[in-house]
């Protein structure tokens, strides 16, 4: 049996970190890398806050990745951007910033990010972002998130 990998989140209480930059993104090795296959996370109560009035954003965020040699740990990922619910940044900001972080310590295949931004001053903003093409052959599913309509 393998040996357990070094989590420092996992199992133990963990505080929110004080910043995205603060927070500690962990891996752990990927189950199945002979395989090409999608690792979906949905936060659809994302949230930030406008850099210039403080005001709370929200967003639904879903994230599409291959992994390559690693995995991201879930617990670590929930932290990471429950982290964002104090920090001000553009939405577009907040989802590169998500984005970077992840291929950074994951180095994926590839990796898809959509961000569905609530309203901010009546217009909502989606801010997509992908490393590149899929590799041939695997099933990519749909984000299918709706367009904001509002209340009607």
């Not at 999608?38 to 406008?50: A, M, W």
């Not at 967003?59 to 690693?70: F, L, Q, S």
């Not at 959509?114 to 001053?121: D, E, H, L, Q, V």
Request: aromatic share 10%; charged share 15%; net charge positive.
């Amino acid at each position: 049996m393998p040996s357990r990998p070094r989590l420092s989140q996992l199992g133990t209480p963990t505080r929110l970190p004080a910043s995205p930059a603060a927070a500690v993104l962990e891996r752990v090795a990927n189950p199945a890398p002979e395989r090409a296959y999608v690792i979906r996370f949905t936060c659809p109560e994302f949230t930030s806050l406008c850099p210039i009035t403080g005001q709370p954003d929200f967003a639904h965020i879903v994230i599409d990745y291959i992994p390559a040699g690693w995995i991201v740990e879930s617990k670590s990922l929930k932290l990471f951007l429950g982290a964002f619910r104090n920090h001000g940044a553009f939405h577009e900001a907040c989802t590169m910033e998500i984005a970077a972080r992840l291929v950074a310590v994951l180095a994926p295949v590839w990796l898809r990010i959509g961000a569905y931004w609530y309203p901010r001053g009546g217009m909502p903003i989606d801010v997509f972002h992908q490393t590149g093409a899929p590799p041939e052959g695997v099933w990519i599913p749909p984000q299918e998130v709706p367009a904001y309509r509002g209340r009607g």
